[in-house]
């Protein structure tokens, strides 16, 4: 059979143009339809996150606050007798802003987790239902073109499409192109079996070989 050589040349794309352009269209279409989604779940990622800029400038003004109240508490500390007792709401008031400076932080970390669940989600759920209908399909071609490929090197494999081609195809195709092919496969009929053949490879993207042609033209006359 055919050479691993032969295999490893065999593209993802068939070698008929309708096929061919079909193919390269969906696969435009499924990566536009990828960068699309990318864009927008880019955008709401953004969209969302601006919901914590009040929490993050409070957490500033919160910052800046507790410094202050930190560098009062020092003052009124040095101040004789009393300096313990004037720094007390000082401390007290810094505490408190510690606190709300924690929870505007935790606000902020789970507005951006959101943010980022959301913008995976808007992008992965419309993109896995397009793969989930496209990559199957690309990946069943695929392999069976390339299965094809292998066994297409020599006039008798001819034989093995045309057989796959009367089991698959529907009776008003195959009456198209003998009355009987079942007898004409069996008696050899190369030209009937070069049709059928072609039937089949067409089917997988590829185009009977012109040397297998010839091949098969001079061993009828033979």
Sequence with gaps: MGSVGSVAAMGIYAKRPGKM??????DGFVLL?????????????????????????????????AENFREAAGEAAKVPVAGEQLRRPFDA?????????NSANDQVASIERLALIVGWLVFLIPVTIVAAFWLPRRIRFYRQARASQVFLDAVPD????ALRAMAAQPLYVLAE?????????????RGVINQLAEL???????????????????????
């Excluded at 001819?158 to 499409?161: G, I, Q, R, Y």
């Excluded at 089949?200 to 033979?222: F, H, Q, V, Y």
């Design 93 to 101: 008031a810094s505490v408190t802003l510690g606190n709300l400076i």
């Design 177 to 189: 192109i003998s009355d009987d092919p079942v007898r004409a496969w069996r008696s050899g009929d």
């Design 33 to 65: 339809w990828t960068v699309c989604w990318a864009i927008v779940g880019i955008f709401v990622h953004r969209v969302i996150e601006v919901l914590a800029t009040p929490a993050r400038e409070t957490a500033r003004a919160a910052i800046r606050l």
């Design 21 to 26: 352009v079909g193919q390269l269209f969906g």
């Design 200 to 222: 089949e490879l067409r089917r997988n993207g590829l185009r009977l070989p012109d040397t297998l042609r010839a091949a098969s033209t001079e061993a009828s006359i033979g």
């Design 158 to 161: 001819l034989d093995l499409f």
